[in-house]
């Protein structure tokens, strides 16, 4: 049992942080699931810009005093933010009793059939009340669902054909296209309309190619002008 210290008056207790495992330097993933998990975050925090969120891949979740920590491949949770001096212990993880709530949305992505995404971490995670759990099976390990949605109604996890979550107001997708070089399908956040959230690198080229056709726009126009014989330069 994880040893536990006095915070207020009030007689309530909460876990010590310096008891906990908050990284055992010891993670191990494949480049498919690295970079789609790098997407899902970074495509949250290029996009969403008037509201607060906290997003992350592969940090430990402690929902229960004297249970180990889960690491959803990726959570989502609104309304929070990472303490200043995150280098303190209790700032290094996420401590469902420090931030007052579980995340609206984990996810994992299926990688092999030892993880028990559909067994026991969907207890977990049920247990735990995050809003969502998503289950991305990519290569179909699972069977022949490559999503799964379950949203938590009451106490349990019902699995939904929605993808979209409208509780936290973002949706999921499965999209063709290039990222990072690679040509793949890959999991993506996306608005009601079916519109995915830019990345940042998506946005910039977004931005350079209306630079470039505003300044196509402005050649024409030039052009036009001199054919009728004004000087656009001295206008």
């Given at each position: 049992?994880?040893?536990?210290?006095?915070?207020?008056?009030?007689?309530?207790?909460v876990p010590d942080a310096n008891q906990l495992v908050t990284e055992d330097d010891t993670p191990v993933d494949n480049?498919?699931?690295?970079?789609?998990?790098?997407?899902?975050?970074?495509?949250?925090?290029?996009s969403i810009q008037q509201q607060t969120f906290l997003a992350a891949a592969n940090v430990g979740i402690y929902h229960t005093?004297?249970?180990?920590?889960?690491?959803?491949?990726?959570?989502?949770?609104?309304?929070?933010?990472?303490?200043?001096?995150?280098?303190?212990?209790?700032?290094?993880c996420y401590m469902v009793w420090r931030f007052g709530k579980p995340p609206e949305v984990v996810l994992e992505i299926v990688s092999n059939k030892e993880g028990d995404e559909l067994?026991?971490?969907?207890?977990?995670?049920?247990?735990?009340?995050?809003?969502?759990?998503?289950?991305?099976?990519?290569?179909?390990?699972?069977?022949?669902?490559?999503?799964?949605?379950?949203?938590?109604?009451g106490t349990r996890y019902f699995e939904t054909s929605e993808i979209w979550l409208e509780q936290v107001g973002l949706g999921v997708t499965l999209w063709e296209g290039k990222f990072e070089d690679r040509q793949d399908t890959?999991?993506?956040?996306?608005?009601?309309?079916?519109?995915?959230?830019?990345?940042?690198?998506?946005?910039?080229?977004?931005e350079r190619q209306r630079a470039e056709q505003a300044e196509q726009r402005t050649q024409l126009l030039a052009d036009r002008l001199r054919a009728m014989g004004v000087d656009p330069d001295n206008l």
């Amino acid at each position: 049992m994880v040893q536990q210290v006095l915070i207020n008056d009030d007689d309530y207790y909460v876990p010590d942080a310096n008891q906990l495992v908050t990284e055992d330097d010891t993670p191990v993933d494949n480049f498919a699931s690295e970079k789609q998990q790098r997407l899902l975050v970074g495509s949250l925090y290029s996009s969403i810009q008037q509201q607060t969120f906290l997003a992350a891949a592969n940090v430990g979740i402690y929902h229960t005093d004297g249970q180990p920590a889960i690491v959803p491949d990726v959570f989502l949770s609104f309304d929070v933010q990472v303490p200043e001096n995150w280098w303190e212990k209790q700032n290094r993880c996420y401590m469902v009793w420090r931030f007052g709530k579980p995340p609206e949305v984990v996810l994992e992505i299926v990688s092999n059939k030892e993880g028990d995404e559909l067994g026991k971490k969907l207890q977990i995670y049920e247990h735990m009340r995050a809003s969502y759990y998503i289950v991305y099976d990519p290569n179909q390990q699972l069977g022949e669902k490559v999503l799964r949605v379950y949203e938590l109604r009451g106490t349990r996890y019902f699995e939904t054909s929605e993808i979209w979550l409208e509780q936290v107001g973002l949706g999921v997708t499965l999209w063709e296209g290039k990222f990072e070089d690679r040509q793949d399908t890959w999991l993506r956040w996306c608005y009601q309309d079916g519109t995915v959230l830019l990345t940042g690198d998506e946005r910039a080229e977004q931005e350079r190619q209306r630079a470039e056709q505003a300044e196509q726009r402005t050649q024409l126009l030039a052009d036009r002008l001199r054919a009728m014989g004004v000087d656009p330069d001295n206008l």
